[in-house]
């Protein structure tokens, strides 16, 4: 292939990357980041790799290949800061630091934790029900509150389909393992 066609197409990659995945990497990113240049950079950097990757036209889910960058380059990006400043934290006097611990360790009894982790368990299997799709929306807009127009763009459906996924999930949650009254509106 000729030079100006590679460039050409390699434009045109960049560009449908660009559309189908900008607005929920940066949601991603500001998410985790809570910066907005800094999500920009992040965003741009996570595009570049996936169009530098070989074998691009070779991998099954988009999707899940884009996010894994993503996740990769916050891990390195957490692995420089704590290299760069080892000590970046705010000093706190003896007795604030023991009240916090007071407070830490009686509000989070052995039966508590048991409690939450046989609840995520319950979660975990009756999501595990749903098809695919609409168990990885659901997580999207739940757990990592991706507005619902970005995942409607992410998998090139509707915004209505994103809502209906979302509803079929929250139905099944309530349906399966009374969910709601549980963790006491959490997920509202």
């Keep these: 292939m000729p030079q100006k066609e590679k460039a050409a197409a390699a434009s045109a990659l960049q560009c449908q990357l660009d559309q189908r995945f900008h607005g929920p990497l940066m949601a991603f990113f500001m998410r985790r980041v809570h910066d907005h240049?800094?999500?920009?950079d992040l965003t741009q950097e996570t595009l570049l790799r996936v169009i530098a990757f070989q074998?691009?036209?070779?991998?099954?889910?988009?999707?899940?290949?884009?996010?894994?960058i993503a996740?990769?380059?916050?891990?390195?990006?957490k692995r420089l800061h704590a290299k760069v400043n080892p000590h970046d934290f705010i000093p706190i006097d003896d007795a604030t630091a023991s009240e916090l611990e007071r407070q830490l360790v009686e509000d989070i009894s052995p039966e508590r934790v048991l409690l939450g982790a046989e609840s995520l368990n319950d979660v975990l299997r009756t999501l595990n029900e749903l098809g695919k799709r609409t168990r990885d929306i659901f997580v999207l807009f739940r757990v990592e509150r991706m507005k619902q127009k970005d995942i409607a763009a992410l998998y090139g459906i509707s915004q209505s389909t994103v809502e209906k996924h979302v509803m079929r999930a929250t139905s099944h949650l309530a349906a399966r393992c009374g969910f709601f009254a549980k963790v006491g509106g959490f997920w509202e």
């Design 37 to 40: 240049a800094l999500a920009q």
């Design 55 to 68: 074998q691009l036209r070779q991998v099954v889910q988009p999707e899940s290949f884009v996010f894994t």
């Design 71 to 77: 996740t990769n380059l916050l891990r390195d990006l």
